[in-house]
């Protein structure tokens, strides 16, 4: 059972809205290139599940709730960014237009107010605030794929979107939650070794586990891993493909022994790779 922290809590969702706000500015920016319709916020929610991931990685946050509320506080953030990216986008387009047309008519409006006037009602509308420039998104409505939505078609494809933003990354989270993780000292595990097993190997690691060697295979590798506390032995897990090519896995919780014994193989290894290389037999020549 893992214990809710209310300073992970906190610190999470601070770290969450930071990391939504930055995703949703580089979503706005990225769109006004290519939008492509329901994979764009997919593709926005991986990136965001990304970033949320290393950040529960970080904080060693496995609190289910926690981890639930902050990657919903992060997608409406996110959808939320991405929309003032755009009003700013708008604003820095109308400042723009507005500065090319002064610089247009500079001589003129001089001579005559009328003509000044004149050029001030031509300019388009500025955005305005941000509610304003949202209410009139809502009213021009938006196009999506042939069709134009209007009204609150358009509220609920900027939910729907939030939703797959959602989706995604809460499936990339939800994914990371399968990792092992201590809830006695509170980490996720880390890795501490990993590498490929031989044949000679597995001859040797044998009798350590009981592992059934024939179903095995050749191509085995194998994962160390650790709680930061390192209240346990360790945890092996070796993968492997059967013979039908199928991917194989098994999971060990060490105990102190079989560590100490796995620990001294390892040893052994590392000598015997450090000794001069035998010269290559006959049989590892190519034959002619
Ligand atoms: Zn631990």
């Known amino acids: 059972m893992v214990r809710f922290r209310w300073e992970k809590f906190v610190l999470w969702l601070l770290l969450a809205a930071v990391a939504a706000v930055g995703v949703g500015q580089l979503a706005a920016w990225l769109g006004g290139y290519l939008r492509p319709v329901l994979v764009f916020p997919l593709f926005v929610g991986s990136l965001l ?7 529960i990685r970080l904080l060693d946050l496995a609190h289910r709730g926690s981890v639930l509320v902050g990657v919903l506080v992060a997608s409406v953030v996110c959808a939320g960014s991405e929309h003032w990216g755009c009003y700013l986008q708008a604003h820095r387009e109308y400042e723009r237009i507005a500065a090319d047309w002064q610089a247009q008519t500079q001589g003129l409006t001089a001579l005559s107010p009328q003509f000044a006037q004149a050029v001030q009602q031509q300019l388009p509308r500025p955005p305005g605030t941000f509610g304003e420039y949202l209410r009139r998104q809502v009213q021009e409505g938006r196009q999506i794929g042939p069709w134009i939505i209007q009204g609150g078609w358009v509220w609920a494809s ?70 930061l506390g390192r209240c346990s032995a360790g ?54």
């Open 235 to 288: 945890r092996l897990e070796l993968v492997w493909e059967d013979s039908d090519g199928q991917l194989q896995s098994r999971q060990l919780e060490l105990d102190a022994a079989q560590r100490e014994k796995l620990d001294a193989l390892w040893q052994a290894a590392a000598s015997e790779e450090s000794s001069p290389p035998e010269t290559a037999s006959s049989q590892d020549l190519p034959k002619e």
């Open 49 to 55: 599940g990304g970033m949320l991931v290393f950040l």
């Open 158 to 227: 900027w939910w729907l979107e939030a939703g797959l933003t959602f989706a995604a990354a809460l499936a990339l989270l939800g994914a990371t939650m399968r990792w092992p993780y201590c809830s006695r000292c509170e980490s996720w595990y880390r890795m501490v070794r990993q590498g490929r097993l031989f044949p000679k190997d597995l001859a040797r690691w044998a009798p350590l586990f009981e592992i059934e060697l024939p179903a095995m295979g050749k191509n085995v590798r194998f994962r160390l891993l650790e709680c």
